[in-house]
């Protein structure tokens, strides 16, 4: 049931009845009981899998409250354990095998097992042990109620990619419930509207382009064409991914739930530092809370900081994918982000006095090259493959852009409207202004989808393969 399905929004119609028409605890029970489904549609076998880790979780976070502070630490781990274990298991186990049989001489599927990557597990489990964490740290009261904890945990706008909300912000919008208001209604429509443009208008259509690019890499050389495939490729993630936070946070505004922003605008960062505080902004903010600082804490100095990074944005790429090219992928973010940090410390040394160039455009155009450079590695399986393509990028024939030039036209729109929103902040102004204007925004992406939207050809979002 993807979000730009028709048999998405009839169910989420469905739901909205429903919800509006029931009162108090029936309401929670026909989210839970809608989000359950939702899952299920996708496989309902790992239904149990779900109800399993959130029963460890459960029990693990309340016990903390009732045992000894010594003894507190034992259901903490065990409830990372069961999280990551069932994570180890499913993404990650056949890499692993596939590696242990290389070294032992036998082909890479000697000891793999047909084993399929329940959906949306990197999510729910980095949500899961966020909450387990916090009530470990007295920073969150254990929910008492099973059916609450549920909910938090499989709540379907979110389930299946993010973003990772934390319990803090889940549970003040469920236990102080409000009828969404006029404003936020919307703001939640034009919000689906925008995450469907995002999805179907341009990253379907770059979709198109970079395939045809990577899944026949000896079809077509050349430098700008290896660029222009990657640049691809970066932006349909980007696209991709945003647009279905967009539906998922419009979705959840109309039930009454307050995402945080996922996506701010990362592409117009003048730096891979500030790309980061912009980009997967749940992911990047629970890696900072969970991973970094935790490994910062007690040890000082550039060198630290510099590892911590480079670990961090590693373990990251593996998040993203049981592969070689994804822990790749993370190393090289890891030291863009470290050789950057150490710049800016010598930078603002020698900066005293001196006069200062202003050069923003500059580096917001070279941190997007920089970070499309990695785009090989997240979009190929095979590492030589990457090599190739990152070798076709400097060396080789001129070759040509692979975009069209309405498709260039395109993309240069979005620029401008992402400018002006980083500027003007047009989306609030729509959604909270004049009839008019907000009839006119509605009106121009419903023209925009369309004119543009890709209807004849299944893409699934990216990130629900993670």
């Known amino acids: ?55 460890i979780d459960y029990i693990a976070a309340n016990y903390m409250n009732r045992v000894r502070p010594e003894r507190k630490l034992l259901f903490l781990l065990m409830s990372v354990a069961a999280n990551l274990g069932f994570l180890a298991f499913f993404k990650y186990y056949n890499f692993f095998a596939s590696n242990v049989a290389a070294l032992f001489g036998l082909p890479g599927t000697a000891f793999a097992l047909g084993v399929i990557l329940p959906l949306g597990i990197s999510f729910h489990t980095l949500q899961s042990i966020s909450y387990v964490v916090d009530v470990y740290r007295g920073d969150q009261e254990p929910i008492r109620s099973p059916l609450d904890y549920a909910l938090f945990i499989a709540f379907f706008p979110q389930l299946v990619a993010g973003p990772i909300v934390r319990a803090r912000t889940f549970f003040r919008d469920l236990y102080n419930w409000r009828p969404p208001s006029s404003e936020d209604r919307s703001a939640a429509v034009l919000l689906i509207a925008l995450g469907l443009v ?121 998040w993203h994918g049981a592969s070689w090219n994804f822990v790749l992928w993370g190393a090289y973010n890891g030291v863009l982000l470290s050789v950057e940090r150490m710049w800016r410390v010598r930078r603002r040394r020698k900066r005293a006095g001196a006069v200062v160039v202003d050069l923003h455009a500059l580096q917001v155009v070279c941190t997007f090259l920089v970070f499309s450079m990695g785009a090989p590695f997240f979009r190929l399986a095979s590492f030589t493959d990457a090599v190739h393509v990152l070798k076709a990028m400097f060396a080789g024939p001129p070759g040509t852009v692979l975009l069209n030039p309405w498709q260039i036209g395109l993309l240069l729109v979005s620029l401008g409207a992402a400018w002006a929103e980083e500027r003007y902040n047009w989306f609030d102004r729509i959604s909270k202004g004049p009839e008019w204007a907000y009839a006119a925004g509605l009106a121009a992406m419903l023209l925009c989808l369309s004119l543009f939207a890709v209807t004849d050809n299944y893409v699934p979002f990216i990130y629900f393969q993670f």
């Not at 108090?24 to 899952?39: D, H, M, P, Q």
């Not at 430098?223 to 490729?233: D, K, N, P, Y």
């Not at 505004?253 to 922003?261: A, I, M, R, T, W």
């Open 1 to 55: 049931m993807l979000f730009n399905s028709v048999q998405y929004f009839l169910f989420f119609a469905l739901v909205l009845l429903l919800f509006y028409n029931s009162r108090g605890t029936a309401r929670k029970w026909i989210l839970l009981v809608a989000s359950y489904s939702f899952y299920a549609a996708w496989n309902w076998k790992f239904v149990p899998l779900l109800l399993t880790l959130t029963a």
């Open 198 to 318: 995002k999805k179907m208008a341009f990253a379907d259509h770059l979709a198109v382009v970079s395939d045809a690019y990577f899944n026949h890499l000896g079809s077509q050389a050349g430098v700008l064409t290896a660029w222009s495939a990657s640049i691809c490729f970066a932006l349909q993630i980007y696209f991709d991914f945003s647009g279905y936070t967009d539906i998922a946070i419009g979705s959840a505004k109309l039930l009454g739930f307050h995402f945080p922003v996922n996506f701010n605008r990362p592409f117009l960062s003048a730096s891979i530092t500030e790309l980061w505080r912009r980009w997967h902004i749940s992911l990047s903010t629970w890696i900072r809370d969970y991973i970094y600082v935790p490994l910062a804490s007690g040890r000082r100095g550039d060198r630290a900081i510099y590892r911590n990074l480079i670990i961090t944005m590693t373990l990251a790429g593996l």
